[in-house]
């Protein structure tokens, strides 16, 4: 049963079991990633975490400016979490390639173009 669990102030959608066996590992990694980015990236705003059966657990990071949707790439964590650190690195070099003016900008442009004109 999947529940939205609340990690670091913001919910995830993770199976129970999950949460209650990694939930140290998730907290430290939602930190960990929020310190770091969030000192280099002012609209940096949060991670959560989400099983969308993708073999693992996805890490979603979202941006001030671009308010309730994700943005960037969504690393996979394995549900062993042998590759949490390295998934972590992952979200972090992507973010910083990513975060740019630019690349905000086309975003908010191709969500503001999918709601005057849909996705026909």
Same mark, same amino acid.
């Given at each position: 049963?999947? &529940?939205?669990?609340?990690? =670091? ?7 129970? %079991? *999950?949460?209650? &066996?990694?939930?140290n ?9 929020e =310190?770091?980015?969030? +000192?280099? !990236?002012? %609209? !940096?705003?949060?991670?959560? /975490?989400?099983?969308? &059966?993708? %073999?693992?657990?996805?890490?979603? #990071? /979202?941006i001030?400016?671009?308010? #309730?949707?994700? /943005? #960037? %790439? ?6 062993? /979490?042998? =590759? ?5 690195? +992952? !979200? ?10 630019? &690349? *905000? =900008?086309?975003?908010?442009? !191709? ?10």
């Amino acid at each position: 049963m999947l &529940n939205y669990i609340i990690v =670091n102030d913001y919910p995830c959608l993770l199976d129970e %079991n *999950i949460t209650i &066996n990694h939930l140290n590992a998730l907290c430290e990694s939602s930190e960990c990633i929020e =310190n770091i980015l969030s +000192e280099k !990236f002012p %609209n !940096f705003d949060h991670v959560d /975490f989400c099983d969308v &059966n993708a %073999n693992g657990i996805q890490i979603r #990071g /979202f941006i001030k400016k671009i308010s #309730g949707l994700t /943005f #960037g %790439n969504q690393p996979t964590i394995k549900y062993d /979490f042998s =590759n949490l650190y390295e998934t972590i690195s +992952e !979200f972090i070099k992507d973010w910083e390639q990513i975060d740019t003016p630019e &690349n *905000i =900008n086309y975003y908010r442009r !191709f969500l503001a173009d999918i709601a005057e004109y849909g996705c026909d």
